[in-house]
């Protein structure tokens, strides 16, 4: 996959609305391979929609969304399982880890589905971002912001053209969110990838090409 190409996209729920101001809704817009973008918006305006959206798991919205030539639409469930686990991947705002599991295991059960990084990685990862000690300990007892070092070390354990972060920082302090950003950098600079984070005031510090107002 080397674009994601909106056209005129907009959610359902705001399809009516004539006082939409977004570089991103009703727009020709592309996320393109090997470039970093930043989507700023205020809170209800539709950024973890449109996460949503281009991962597959909603569909109310009008416009079209094209991975390369494909429009979304017509994939079907073989082709999103593919996509989902070789090109795309995603951190959700909400997160979706399984409290009842470790941290580790929460990254393990995604590692083995896709095979793709060792073990020796995960852990080396699980240091960086200073959780190595909440290795075995369960999500549901960890902090919102230590969960959200655990979700960015699972969403990197697939081989992706395009990672999606919503709000991936929104309960680190900044030394905490400096080493995620550096470790996320690395990553998608390592496989090529295109990167798209969202934020509702604070940023990710990445060298952006490109700042989007939804």
């Known amino acids: 996959m080397e674009i994601i190409n909106l056209k005129a996209a907009i959610p359902e729920v705001f399809a009516q609305r004539t006082d939409i101001m977004s570089d991103v809704w009703l727009k020709d817009l592309s996320f393109e391979k090997n470039m970093c973008y930043l989507i700023e918006a205020n ?39 593919e996509i989902r686990k070789k090109h795309l991947s995603l951190l959700w705002q909400e997160l979706r880890l399984f409290p009842e599991l470790t941290a580790l295991e929460n990254v393990l059960l995604k590692n083995k589905l896709t095979g793709f990084k060792k073990r020796k990685q995960i852990e080396e990862w699980f240091d960086r971002l200073g959780i190595d000690d909440k290795k075995n300990v369960l999500v549901g007892r960890m902090s919102f912001g230590q969960q959200q070092r655990v979700a960015l070390i699972r969403a990197l354990c697939q081989p992706f053209d395009f990672i999606f972060v919503d709000e991936p920082i929104s309960h680190l302090d900044d030394s905490n969110s400096q080493i995620m950003a550096e470790l996320l950098k690395e990553e998608v600079e390592h496989q090529g990838a295109g990167l798209v984070a969202t934020s509702i005031g604070k940023r990710m510090e990445l060298p952006y090409d490109a700042v989007l107002r939804l």
Do not use: P
Request: hydrophobic share 30%; net charge neutral; charged share 25%.
């Open 43 to 81: 809170s209800g305006t539709g950024k973890s929609s449109l996460c949503s959206y281009v991962y597959g798991y909603r569909k109310d919205y009008q416009g079209r969304i094209f991975f390369d030539e494909e429009n979304i639409c017509e994939l079907n469930i073989k082709a999103w399982v």
